[in-house]
C-alpha cells in the first residue's frame, strides 16, 4: 500500500481517539518491526496517542490481526480481542489456580499489624507488601500475617516473598515484571504445583500480553492515577486506558491499583475491573476501620455492566486463606 493510504490511515485512529487520550504526550514512532500498511498506520498513531514503544508496537499488531481476521480496517473500534493480541486461549493448558472473579476492596498494607487490622474490619482481600533486606525479618512477617487473617475470611497475598509466602500457607503472591524476570528456572511450575494464587502487576499493553503467558490467577493494572508510594516507569494510564485494558484482559479477574482514592471508586469501577487496591487511602486515613467501610460499600455500588467500549468513551470523554 502507497505511503499516503497509510497516513491516512494513522490520521483516521488517531482523530477517532485524540480525546481519550489528550493527557498524554506524543512518543517517538519505534522502527516498524513488520511491514502490514495496517500495522505502519497504527504504529504512527498510538505513538501520536502517547504510547511507549513496546505497546505502539503490540497495539499495533493487534490492529493488523484485526483487520486480517475481518477483513475491514476500522479506526474507530479500539483493539480488545484477546486473539488478535496473541492472548492465550481459554480455558489454559496450565493455570494458575482461580480466585474470586471480584476480588473487591484490596488493601496493600506494609506489615502484619495492619493486615492482621484490615482482615478483622473485613477487608476481603489483603496484601503484605513487606520491604527488608532481613531474611529472617521477613519470615517472621509472612508469617505473622498468615496467622493475622486465620478465621476473618480474607485473602492474604505476600508481595514478592514467594517461597516464604508458600512456607507460611499464604492464599497467593503478588509479583511484579521485575519479579517475574528474577525467578529462576521452573519457580512459576514449582508455584502452581503448590496450589499458590498468583497476581502479576502490568503497567501497558506489551506487559499484560507476558503476563497472560504465565497464566496468573489475576492481573493487577496500573497505576491509574499519579502516586508518590512507588517510583513508577510508567506515567499514570488514567481511565481512558484502563477501559480498554480491561476490556482486552476481559477473561482474568482485574484489579486496579495506583492513586485510587474513595472519590474516584466510581469512575474506575465504571472501566470494568472487579477490585481496587488502595494504600494510602487505608493506612493515612484517620480511623482506617472507617475508611475501610466506606471503600467497601463503594465497591458494592459496582455498576452491573463493564464500561463501554473504546469508541464511546473516547466521545464521552471468597474462599478463606489457606
Known amino acids: 500500500m502507497a505511503e499516503a493510504p497509510i497516513q491516512a490511515m494513522a490520521d483516521a485512529i488517531t482523530q477517532a481517539h485524540a480525546a481519550a487520550f489528550a493527557d498524554f504526550p506524543p512518543q517517538p514512532a519505534p522502527a516498524p518491526a513488520q511491514g502490514g500498511s495496517v500495522y505502519r498506520a497504527a504504529l504512527q498513531a498510538c505513538s501520536a496517542l502517547g504510547f511507549i514503544a513496546v505497546d505502539a508496537d503490540c497495539l499495533a499488531r493487534a490492529w493488523q490481526g ?70 529472617a525479618a521477613i519470615r517472621r512477617e509472612v508469617a505473622a ?6 478465621g476473618t475470611g480474607a485473602l492474604l497475598f505476600i508481595n514478592d516473598h514467594w517461597q516464604e509466602a508458600l512456607d507460611a500457607g499464604a492464599y497467593g503472591v503478588h509479583l511484579g515484571q ?26 501497558g499493553y506489551a506487559e499484560m500480553v507476558r503476563a497472560d503467558a504465565a497464566s496468573p490467577s489475576y492481573v493487577a ?37 495506583g492513586g485510587i482514592g474513595a472519590e474516584q471508586f466510581s469512575a474506575v469501577l465504571a472501566t470494568g475491573v472487579g477490585s481496587i487496591a488502595v494504600v494510602r487511602a487505608l493506612v493515612n486515613a484517620p480511623d482506617p476501620e472507617a475508611a475501610a467501610r466506606d471503600l467497601m460499600q463503594r465497591m458494592a455500588l459496582r455498576p452491573a455492566q ?15 486463606g489457606r
Do not use: N
Open 66 to 135: 484485526r483487520t486480517d481476521r475481518t477483513g475491514a480496517f476500522d479506526p474507530v473500534q479500539w483493539p480488545d480481542a484477546p486473539e488478535d493480541f496473541g492472548l492465550q486461549a481459554r480455558s489454559h493448558a496450565q493455570p494458575f489456580p482461580p480466585c474470586p472473579t471480584d476480588l473487591g476492596l484490596y488493601a496493600v498494607l506494609p506489615d502484619a499489624d495492619w493486615v492482621g487490622r484490615m482482615a478483622r474490619a473485613g477487608v476481603p482481600t489483603v496484601q503484605l507488601r513487606f520491604k527488608s533486606g532481613d531474611a
Open 306 to 320: 463493564p464500561g463501554a467500549p473504546m469508541a464511546a468513551a473516547a466521545t464521552a470523554g471468597g474462599s478463606a
Open 145 to 150: 500475617a498468615a496467622r493475622a487473617v486465620r
Open 221 to 257: 493494572m496500573g497505576a491509574v492515577f499519579p502516586t508518590t508510594l512507588k517510583k513508577m516507569a510508567t506515567v499514570p494510564q488514567g481511565l481512558a486506558r484502563l477501559t480498554g485494558y480491561a476490556r482486552l484482559m476481559r477473561g482474568y479477574p482485574q484489579v486496579a491499583i
Open 178 to 203: 521485575e519479579d517475574l524476570d528474577a525467578l529462576a528456572p521452573g519457580a512459576l511450575q514449582a508455584l502452581r504445583g503448590a496450589g499458590v494464587r498468583l497476581g502479576v502487576s502490568t503497567h
